[in-house]
């Protein structure tokens, strides 16, 4: 699936966004995703969104076990874009983030909303915030990897930390980019 991923904005640093691009590229060729969804956030988001179910009782974080989408609130997505090969079935729309109660949030499993998909995040606002993020489930035979990076900039964009992926998988993924 070759494809430009992310829509750059006045308020977005082209290298961030390039790199981006990169990534979500070399996903999608070296684990040969049939379809995949990219959800630009409005601003920086952080390492808390990673494996975030929502809130039970309305005040506790919980993280479970069986992967969920993350619950941003709809109103922080700018954009939804979705991709798939010639060889998959056109998938019906749907938006990803809908607004519901938080509990709700706690049962939209990855595995079933997305069970044929890849989901990458990433943030927006990148130029004046010089802080990015990238935040994927990356379908894989095993199922969806989970993992979050985040980048910040001072003369030029730098990773200053990941989880659920290392640094030289992470280099290994840019890398498959053709």
Not at 36 to 45: G, H, L, R, T
Not at 65 to 88: D, G, I, K, N
Not at 147 to 169: D, P, Q
Request: proline content about 4%; overall charge positive.
């Amino acid at each position: 699936m070759t494809a430009t991923y992310t829509k750059a904005e006045a308020f977005d640093d082209p290298e961030f966004v390039a790199w981006v691009e990169r990534v979500i590229a070399g996903a999608e060729s070296r684990f040969e995703t049939d379809q995949s969804y990219v959800i630009k956030i409005d601003n920086w988001f952080g390492q808390r969104w990673f494996r975030f179910s929502g809130k039970a009782q309305g005040a506790f974080g919980v993280c479970q076990r069986r992967l969920t989408l993350p619950p941003f609130v709809p109103s922080r997505v700018m954009s939804q874009r979705r991709f798939f090969s010639e060889e998959a079935p056109p998938p019906t729309r749907q938006r990803l983030h809908v607004r519901q109660r938080s509990g709700e949030n706690l049962q939209r499993y990855a595995d079933i909303v997305v069970h044929d998909a890849s989901v990458f995040w990433y943030s927006g606002n990148t130029r004046k915030n010089a802080r990015g993020s990238l935040m994927a489930y990356v379908l894989t035979s095993d199922g969806h990897w989970p993992w979050h990076v985040g980048l910040r900039k001072t003369e030029s964009w730098h990773v200053a930390e990941t989880l659920g992926i290392s640094r030289s998988e992470l280099d290994d993924v840019e890398k498959s980019a053709t």
